[in-house]
């Protein structure tokens, strides 16, 4: 069965620092991954996705994220964070049958 | 694009009353959609999938007598919760399967609170 997880639940980075939440999947194949993003009493709003082809996968936002094989990892990355970041961000793996989730990682941001 | 609409935003109800909720996908034609609980400070809880013209594949341990699916057409479905009890209340999210059959694009939520 597909897992994912997410090892960090809460993170706090000061605005302008760079940024970085990890995920790590388990799936016998090549998975297809999501990072989702959901504010505080609203429904989650798709990041990025990886399906195949390049493992560096550019979103909304300025984020990214790379696809490892190696470490079965999914690592969102953002070079500088806003204020606007602060929100809880879920990793996600599967697709056409169903989508795992992760826990979720609440970033907060202090100025 | 892409873009997914629930109704209500929320709802409160008296114990015992039924509630619907509609999740409709607004830019495109949705074959499945999704329902999703999650509880204070947790993950989502996928609830059933839902096909349109057929019916609903619920998860272990989700009563479908309960919480009843119906996918009518192909940018709509319902999510009835009927009889229900405080511990019913929650936040309840559905999503929709893309063009891509792959990827899923959620709607806002409905807070359902239960007195």
């Known amino acids: 069965a597909q897992s994912v997880t997410q090892p960090d639940i809460h993170i706090t980075v000061s605005e302008g620092a760079s940024l970085e939440l990890r995920c790590n999947y388990s799936y016998g194949a090549t998975p297809y991954l999501f990072w989702y993003v959901q504010s505080p009493g609203q429904g989650l709003q798709l990041l990025l996705k990886?399906?195949?082809?390049?493992?560096l996968v550019q979103g909304i936002k300025g984020f990214e994220a790379e696809f490892k094989r190696s470490q079965s990892s999914f690592n969102l990355r953002k070079p500088s964070v806003h204020w606007s970041d602060a929100a809880e961000y879920f990793c996600a793996s599967g697709g056409y049958q169903k989508v795992t989730f992760g826990t979720g990682t609440k970033l907060q941001v202090i100025p | 694009g892409a873009v997914v609409s629930q109704h209500p935003s929320r709802v409160i109800c008296k114990s015992g009353t039924s509630v619907k909720i509609e999740c409709r996908s607004l830019d495109f034609q949705a074959t499945t959609m999704f329902w999703y609980r999650q509880f204070p400070k947790q993950s989502l809880m996928l609830m059933a999938t839902?096909?349109?013209?057929?019916?609903?594949?619920?998860e272990q341990g989700v009563e479908k007598d309960k919480f009843l699916i119906n996918h009518a057409s192909l940018t709509l479905s319902t999510l009835t919760v009927t009889s229900a009890h405080p511990e019913d209340s929650s936040f309840y999210i559905c999503?929709?399967?893309?063009?891509?059959?792959?990827?899923?694009?959620f709607g806002p939520g409905t807070r359902l609170l239960v007195l």
């Open positions: 839902s096909n349109e013209g057929s019916k609903a594949t619920y």
């Open positions: 990886y399906f195949s082809g390049d493992t």
């Open positions: 999503s929709a399967r893309g063009t891509d059959q792959e990827t899923q694009y």
